[in-house]
């Protein structure tokens, strides 16, 4: 499958080419899906927010570095802000590229000793803080405190640069304009290289031995998963296990259940178009179709609730715990806080009598 590298210490030898880096781990749940991005080549999902979230990475990239003026002005004053001018004070680099070998000393980002690396968006140094900031641009506001991905950066950071004992990471949300902190002390910047060693003691565990092929396992990424036509794991769907007595049976058991979810989502997205324009469909004495709920949800005005959450000074920190975008579930639980609900409540439109895709009995008798 590719190049076999050194393994890190208690590590088995792994036939994928180092380095690791945030997104490679993130993929590695799946070894296949793993190999056919990294390895074979196959084109990633690429969604609308992903495709905007380039164009104002690359608008922000010159910007932070003091180079041609963007467009985008609500955007760029925010920006500006974030990292305190344009070009950002202390600033090491955007797009700055850093990597370390097995051991955590700096390297270069494309050195064949290279074992885990990441570009970061803005870098900023001054004495001993260091400053990192990633370009969110999403409709759901992220926590930067607890986020693998930032904490992964922190620890680059540090090694790679050895006066640093404290990193500020930051969430900055380009579509909400809204940034998120979170400092990472040198207690906490040790855990987080430990969280990258052990994420990739983890994903190299899954690797196939040279000669293997790679596993396709079911996991959370078969969600968003954009080769699950091809994906070996259908090939394998075993007899069913209705009495689980081993580890072995639990683990055949449990994949199967995660592929058989993906499969209904799969199946309802195909089925749900069709019957909202021809009706319910049968299958035996079931059908499956658009029925309407037997209490309709209050919908909310989305513009009013945007002022009034602007209005009200509301910070999405704030209300984090209720509400972490400006969607039809976010607000029901935005109406259920006491002190908003009242003025939540005149946000609300009539509701109307809604119907939901879903399944039903059908008694012939009837
Ligand atoms: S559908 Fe799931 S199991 Fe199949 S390749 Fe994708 S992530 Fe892997």
Redesign the pocket.
């Known amino acids: 499958m590719g190049i076999v590298t050194q393994p890190a210490e208690g590590v088995a030898t792994a036939t994928f080419p180092r380095p690791w880096s945030h997104s490679r781990l993130d993929m590695a749940?799946?070894p296949?899906?793993l190999g056919?991005h990294y390895v074979e080549g196959a084109p990633r999902l690429e969604t609308l927010a992903m495709h905007d979230g380039k164009a104002v990475h690359e608008m922000l990239e010159s910007a932070v570095a003091g180079g041609l003026a963007p467009v985008l002005d609500e955007i760029v004053d925010f920006a500006r802000q974030t990292v305190g001018g344009f070009p950002a004070p202390g600033l090491i680099g955007v797009e700055e590229k850093l990597a370390v070998d097995q051991h955590w000393r700096p390297c270069d980002y494309a050195s064949p000793d290279a074992y885990f690396r990441g570009k970061l968006d803005v870098l900023q140094i001054d004495d001993a803080t260091a400053l990192a900031t990633d370009w969110k641009h999403s409709e759901k506001i992220a926590q930067a405190e607890g986020d693998p991905q930032l904490e992964a950066y922190a620890a680059l950071v540090v090694a790679c640069y050895p006066q640093v004992t404290e990193v500020v990471v930051r969430q900055a949300n380009t579509k909400r304009l809204w940034c998120s902190p979170h400092t990472l002390d040198a207690e906490a910047l040790d855990k987080a290289r430990a969280g990258v060693d052990r994420r990739i003691r983890a994903a190299e565990r899954l690797l196939p031995e040279q000669g293997e092929e790679p596993r396709?396992?079911?996991?959370s990424?078969?969600n968003y998963?954009v080769?699950?036509q091809d994906?070996?794991?259908?090939d394998r769907m075993s007899p069913v296990i209705d009495n689980v007595t081993t580890q072995q049976q639990a683990e055949i058991v449990a994949e199967e259940r995660r592929?058989l979810e993906?499969r209904l989502k799969h199946i309802n997205a195909a089925l749900k178009p069709w019957t909202a324009d021809n009706g319910p469909v049968r299958a035996g004495d079931i059908e499956f179709g658009h029925f309407t709920a037997k209490k309709p949800e209050p919908a909310y005005d989305t513009e009013a609730v945007r002022v009034l959450i602007k209005g009200r000074d509301l910070e999405p920190d704030a209300w984090r715990d209720g509400v972490y975008a400006v969607n039809g579930r976010a607000l029901r639980k935005l109406a259920k806080r006491e002190d908003i609900a009242d003025e939540a409540a005149k946000c609300e439109t009539r509701p109307t009598p809604k119907t939901k895709f879903g399944a039903r009995k059908v008694d012939d008798a009837e």
């Not at 396709?216 to 996991?219: E, R």
């Not at 994906?231 to 259908?234: E, L, M, R, V």
């Open positions: 749940t799946c296949w899906r056919q396709a396992l079911a996991c990424a078969c998963c080769l699950i994906c070996p794991a259908w592929l993906v």
